[in-house]
């Protein structure tokens, strides 16, 4: 039984800075790949960045580029996702991804794996 926990979110003002975190357990970490999706109230889920096995591969949407990083850490089974220069629109539920895959993706069905979710507030 693979688990994905979410940690890290919370209320922050336009233009700070949040960190979140997804422990995985369950399964090898190294051969997973990681994503981070989120979920705003009345919205489909869209997908925000995604990361391969060894963390030299990394892709984002292009409502996040140069603001968020996504970045993993094998030996402690963990990915995060650094989220610089906040907006109102990044207000979600930001939820953590895994892809019994080598490759990867931005599709939602790709994605085996998923959190519970943690919330993010950017208030003005």
């Known amino acids: 039984q693979v688990q994905l926990v979410e940690s890290g979110g919370g209320l922050v003002q336009a233009g700070g800075s949040l960190r979140l975190s997804c422990a995985v357990s369950?399964?090898?970490?190294?051969?997973?790949?990681m994503g981070w999706f989120r979920q705003a109230p009345g919205k489909e889920r869209e997908f925000v960045a995604t990361?391969?096995?060894?963390?030299?591969?990394?892709y984002y949407a292009d409502s996040v580029k140069g603001r968020f990083t996504i970045s993993r850490d094998n030996a402690k089974n963990t990915v995060y996702l650094q989220m610089n220069s906040l907006k109102l629109e990044d207000t979600a539920v930001y939820y953590c991804?895994?892809?019994?895959?080598?490759?990867?993706?931005?599709?939602?069905?790709?994605?085996?794996?998923w959190g519970q979710g943690t919330q993010v507030t950017v208030s003005s």
């Open positions: 990361i391969n096995w060894s963390g030299r591969s990394t």
């Open positions: 991804a895994a892809r019994t895959s080598f490759v990867p993706t931005q599709k939602i069905s790709d994605y085996n794996y």
């Open positions: 369950g399964r090898t970490f190294s051969n997973l790949v």
